[in-house]
Nanobody, 124 residues
Framework: QVQLVESGGGLVQAGGSLRLSCAASGRTFNSCAVGWFRRAPGKEREFVAA????????DYADSAKDRFTISRDNAKNTVYLQMNSLKPEDTAVYYCAARPGGIPVVRAGLYGYWGQGTQVTVSS
């Protein structure tokens, strides 16, 4: 079992930055790939970024490339999403998710563990 807790969301002006954290408990977390997803009001959940168990492989949605950076510190059982140059369209609830096996994927259905989410609001 893996439990995930997101933090770091909040209200920020366009052009600002936030760093989200995904803190995990559970013995198998360090062998899991982790993804960040988001759901904006009235929209479906979408993939944002993902990272392999070792941190050596990452993947980003086109909307996140060059602005967001995913990283992890396995000693702290934590995955981060650094978000820069935020835009109003980044407003959403952000979720982290973990999947045993270590390979990052974009399909949400392949992640077995999910956090409760953290709200990010970007004002114009």
């Amino acid at each position: 079992q893996v439990q995930l807790v997101e933090s770091g969301g909040g209200l920020v002006q366009a052009g600002g930055s936030l760093r989200l954290s995904c803190a995990a408990s559970g013995r198998t977390f360090n062998s899991c790939a982790v993804g960040w997803f988001r759901r904006a009001p009235g929209k479906e959940r979408e993939f944002v970024a993902a990272i392999s168990w070792s941190g050596g492989t990452t993947d980003y949605a086109d909307s996140a490339k060059d602005r967001f950076t995913i990283s992890r510190d396995n000693a702290k059982n934590t995955v981060y999403l650094q978000m820069n140059s935020l835009k109003p369209e980044d407003t959403a609830v952000y979720y982290c998710a973990a999947r045993p096996g270590g390979i990052p994927v974009v399909r949400a259905g392949l992640y077995g563990y999910w956090g409760q989410g953290t709200q990010v609001t970007v004002s114009s």
